[in-house]
């Protein structure tokens, strides 16, 4: 266990941590030798092939003989421009063999640059005054400051209001409470209509990019939008000349079930953010990948793109992110994530007889589920309880490492809890988390009712 007195600091102040000794799969140990089950994918839906895959060490290893770091201004690296390329195969939609891509460090980097990209090709080409990006409540694009301004997690972002830019947000696309009070598909889909007023009310002049998670993550615990859903917001943008960014930070690579989160959708946005799946957690890698013609729009003007990080495109990071993907593509675990996935989400809609679960929801291997005070109100639990943390604890004690998230209700109160165990997980595990849960359900239902 850790101590409360040591100097480095940790996430909580209020638990104390056990000390991971070592991991395999979907499984990690403890320094007593308690086993925990990978539930959440790591912090979250990272570990997409699991922990221990020996080649992908292997090949980080080799690189690592040769060289491992490099001047990145002045030299290039050949895993880069395989990554590239490896990418541009893979890419959704229009983007196939059509984009080029900018790899970085963190999600929160991606999303970043994916904005300063969006702003720098308006204003290379003369459209300078485009500079908002528009988000969603209820969205989550990164932990920096920039990324606190586009992302609608009001617990992460609000004391660092003062520092941001805050910039325009539409309601999520979240049935279980409709911010319309509407029901799909009567509804018209009025909260993607409501990106066109977001537009109107800035001035289209203004606007840069909208940025969306196509399958909402920690914010509304796996929350995917309803079909149709970005076809009208593709269209708006197209309306409008806004550049549509989806942050596939979570969703890429498979996590949903289909190689990419916005494939649910027909239709190819301008520009992605990746990492998380990228490397499954074995480097710490990101990726901006954007249509070919809106880097051409920069390199034509020799504007050179000016987001570098000192530590972006690391080779060795580069053939972790290679390793993966191939392990991805060569275990079809984008298939797995989707059988697996389908079998996982029907199993969790047992959870809908305990008085306390109001919704399940999710796609592939990323889902979760709500707890409510009252089934009939859909009222959440008092904020304060914080019991999307009782439970993390009840399912920890028991060997499942689970992903509590608050915030669905005005960004203050409703509770939920995410899964997103690793790609390569089995019917027979997914049973294992599942008797897991019911167990720790009946004594959360015990402490909480
Ligand atoms: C959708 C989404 N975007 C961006 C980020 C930020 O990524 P990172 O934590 O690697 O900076 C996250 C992190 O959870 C995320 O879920």
């Given at each position: 266990m850790s101590k409360p007195n040591e100097t480095a600091i940790q996430r909580r102040f209020d638990w104390q941590y056990p000390i991971i000794d070592r991991a395999d799969g979907i499984y990690m140990w403890d320094t007593e030798g308690k086993r925990y089950i990978d539930g959440s994918g790591g912090s979250a839906a990272v570990t997409s092939i699991g922990e221990g895959v020996q080649e992908v060490y292997e090949a980080m290893y080799q690189q690592a003989k040769k060289y491992s770091f490099y001047p990145a201004h002045a030299f290039s690296n050949p895993k880069l421009l395989e990554l590239g390329d490896l990418i541009a195969d893979i890419a959704p939609g229009k983007l196939r063999n059509n984009c080029k891509t900018w790899m970085t460090v963190t999600g929160s980097e991606a999303t970043d640059d994916a904005c300063r990209v969006a702003r720098q090709y308006w204003v290379v080409k003369g459209e300078t005054s485009k500079h908002i990006i528009i988000g969603r409540w209820q969205a989550f694009h990164g932990a920096n400051i920039f990324a606190s301004g586009i992302s609608g997690n009001t617990g992460r972002r609000r004391i660092y209001t003062p520092m941001f830019r805050d910039m325009a947000k539409i309601p999520p696309a979240y049935c279980y409470r409709c911010p319309f009070e509407k029901t799909y598909p009567e509804c018209d889909l009025l909260c993607a209509r409501a990106l066109e007023d977001a537009i109107c009310q800035a001035g289209s002049e203004n606007v840069a990019a909208f940025i969306a998670e196509p399958v909402v993550g920690s914010s509304l615990a796996s929350y995917p939008a309803p079909p149709g859903y970005f076809e009208i917001i593709r269209e708006i943008c197209n309306d409008y000349d806004v550049l549509f960014i989806a942050d596939e930070v979570m969703t890429a690579l498979g996590r949903t079930g289909r190689m990419w989160g916005i494939e649910h959708w027909n239709v190819t946005p301008d520009i992605i953010a990746l990492s998380k799946s990228l490397t499954s957690g074995y480097f710490a890698v990101a990726a901006v990948i954007a249509r070919a013609d809106i880097w051409n729009v920069l390199q034509e003007a020799n504007a050179h793109y000016v987001g570098g990080h000192t530590l972006n495109a690391s080779v060795i990071g580069m053939v972790a992110a290679i390793r993966t993907i191939r392990y991805i593509q060569e275990h079809n675990l984008v298939e797995n994530a989707r059988v697996v996935g389908d079998y996982f989400l029907q199993q969790l809609e047992t959870l809908l007889d305990y008085r306390t679960v109001g919704d399940v929801r999710g796609r592939g291997m990323m889902v979760g589920f709500e707890f409510i005070?009252?089934?009939?109100?859909?009222e959440p639990f008092p904020p304060e309880r914080a019991i999307s943390r009782t439970f993390f604890d009840l399912a920890f004690d028991r060997g499942l490492v689970t992903y509590p998230c608050a915030g669905t209700v005005r960004g203050v109160a409703g509770d939920t809890i995410m899964l997103a165990p690793p790609m390569i997980t089995s019917r027979e595990q997914i049973d294992e988390i599942m008797s897991i849960l019911h167990s720790s359900m009946r004594e959360f239902e015990e402490q909480v009712l």
């Open positions: 005070a009252n089934k009939e109100t859909k």
